[in-house]
């Protein structure tokens, strides 16, 4: 047994969106579906500062499922279509169990880190494209970030890691004292998204 987590060094991070698009394209995403988004902490815009020069500051914040060991959508959905994976930490989605009854997106703390397909899946292909492993999308159900499950049960690490220009992103098992993960939260300060609501969420952003 794992658990899995993200380790996203704010400091690297240039907010070129690529581990966006390594998402949508690994995972087939529908046209209108994105699982990670980079947000700006700064101005009232996206690229934008806070402040006036030269006193100006801003950041990048990658946002995507925090994959929490307390998830607050697993409690909620009322067929076990959200679920946590016992070996790997991951909060999943059975998209053949969920009925699209939304209540996952209403516990969830972290605001537009799922979609829900109102209409059959459209996209700019004619073809598939990303993993062929991939479970198909599906009207009327819930998705988010899975940390490219498929992925890891080839061995291999997240999409959005492997994309990642400025080596911003690292991945690994928190519970392993020797991983590159758990070292850098042990040795650098680090922020976690809506601490307080108590989801004890994996994914850690280094400042």
């Known amino acids: 047994m794992a658990h899995y987590g993200m380790v996203i060094d704010t400091k690297r991070c240039v907010g070129?969106?690529?581990c966006s698009m390594a998402c949508k394209m690994?995972?087939?995403l529908p046209d209108t579906n994105w699982?990670?988004?980079v947000l700006t902490e700064g101005g009232d815009e996206i690229d934008t500062p806070a402040g006036i020069f030269p006193d100006v500051s801003m950041r990048?914040?990658?946002v995507s499922c925090q994959h929490c060991e307390n998830p607050a959508c697993t409690k909620v959905c009322p067929v076990g279509a959200t679920y946590k994976d016992p070996e790997t930490g991951v909060v999943r989605q059975d998209y053949d169990k969920c009925i699209g009854c939304r209540m996952c997106m209403a516990?969830?703390?972290y605001t537009g880190v799922r979609s829900f397909n109102w209409d059959e899946p459209k996209y700019s292909t004619e073809h598939?494209?990303?993993?062929a492993d991939i479970a198909p999308h599906q009207k009327h159900t819930v998705e988010k970030c899975t940390?490219?499950?498929q992925r890891l049960a080839r061995g291999e690490v997240p999409a959005c890691m492997d994309l990642c220009p400025a080596r911003a992103r690292h991945f690994g098992d928190l519970d392993d004292p020797e991983s590159e993960v758990s070292k850098l939260i042990k040795e650098r300060s680090y922020e976690q998204l809506l601490a307080s609501e108590g989801t004890k969420p994996s994914v850690y952003y280094l400042v």
């Open 128 to 131: 598939a494209i990303g993993d």
């Open 16 to 18: 070129c969106n690529a």
């Open 26 to 28: 690994t995972n087939n």
């Open 107 to 109: 516990a969830c703390p």
């Open 35 to 37: 699982w990670s988004r």
């Open 147 to 149: 940390f490219c499950y």
């Open 60 to 62: 990048y914040i990658p």
